[in-house]
């Protein structure tokens, strides 16, 4: 992933995932975050030399579970989807969890999001539980 892919990335949250924020916002969170080559990992696919779909994995460390790559973002455009794009998204993924030596790759997904269930059920991960998310916008 690079800056110049900053428009396509705003407008695949917007459409796949519903996530609507400014390209402003988008470009901060970008460079910030693709600074920190040890804790985040990001890959795009490309059609025709566009962005067709990124995925985008932190390192996740906690008290209570050895180490592994924890998937904040896997979005492909709409019109691109169904061509295997996603599962290569992950499998990048899975392979940098590999190579860091760590035990697995962890992913949430929205409750009403069925047809991304199907999706990872597919390419073999399966749900261990079922939770809330709760959020406080301090301002």
Do not use: C, W
Request: charged content about 25%.
């Amino acid at each position: 992933m690079k800056m110049t892919d900053a428009e396509a990335i705003r407008l695949i949250n917007a459409t796949s995932l519903g996530y609507d924020i400014s390209i402003e916002i988008t470009k901060k969170q970008m460079v910030k975050l693709l600074a920190d080559v040890n804790h985040h990992f990001f890959f795009v696919a490309e059609e025709n030399g566009l962005v067709a779909g990124y995925v985008h994995a932190e390192l996740y460390e906690a008290l209570y579970s050895e180490p592994m790559l924890n998937v904040l973002a896997l979005a492909v455009d709409q019109k691109h989807q169904k061509k295997g794009l996603g599962k290569q998204l992950m499998q990048k993924i899975e392979f940098v969890a590999s190579e860091l030596g760590l035990i697995g790759v962890r992913l949430n997904s929205g409750e009403t999001r069925l047809g991304a269930h199907k999706f990872y059920e597919s390419i073999g991960y399966t749900s261990d539980k079922l939770q809330k998310r709760f959020l406080k916008i301090i301002s």
